[in-house]
Nanobody, 125 residues
Framework: QVQLVESGGRLVQGGGSLRLSCVAS????????MAWFRQAPGKEREFVAG????????QYGGSGQGRFIVSRDNDKNMAFLQMNSLKPEDTAVYYC??????????????????WGQGTQVTVSS
């Protein structure tokens, strides 16, 4: 069973950038669709971005479109989320998720079988 661990979250000033990382262990993540979700207090978990196992296709939720870039390195069993032009409303816990067939409906949390513990991103105004 693949396990995921996120890192890179911290306090950042509005307009700044952050790069989140997700490392998979306990097996290869290369055949999994990988995604990033986020959850702010009192809100539902929201799809941010996802990437197919071949890295041939990326998908973005509305919140990150044009500002965030998702990527992966299958040799290192890692996925990344580059976040630019951060806004205070981007403040949330960011989760890495993996699912073999999640590309069918990437925004559906039920499609993912493995989740990381989350990393806190706080954007100050």
């Amino acid at each position: 069973q693949v396990q995921l661990v996120e890192s890179g979250g911290r306090l950042v000033q509005g307009g700044g950038s952050l790069r989140l990382s997700c490392v998979a262990s306990g097996g290869s993540s290369s055949r999994y669709y990988m995604a990033w979700f986020r959850q702010a207090p009192g809100k539902e978990r929201e799809f941010v971005a996802g990437i197919t196992w071949s890295a041939g296709t990326t998908q973005y939720g509305g919140s990150g479109q044009g500002r965030f870039i998702v990527s992966r390195d299958n040799d290192k069993n890692m996925a990344f989320l580059q976040m630019n032009s951060l806004k205070p409303e981007d403040t949330a816990v960011y989760y890495c998720a993996a699912g073999r067939w999640a590309n069918v409906e990437p925004m559906d949390v039920a499609r993912y079988t493995t989740w990381g513990q989350g990393t806190q991103v706080t954007v100050s105004s």
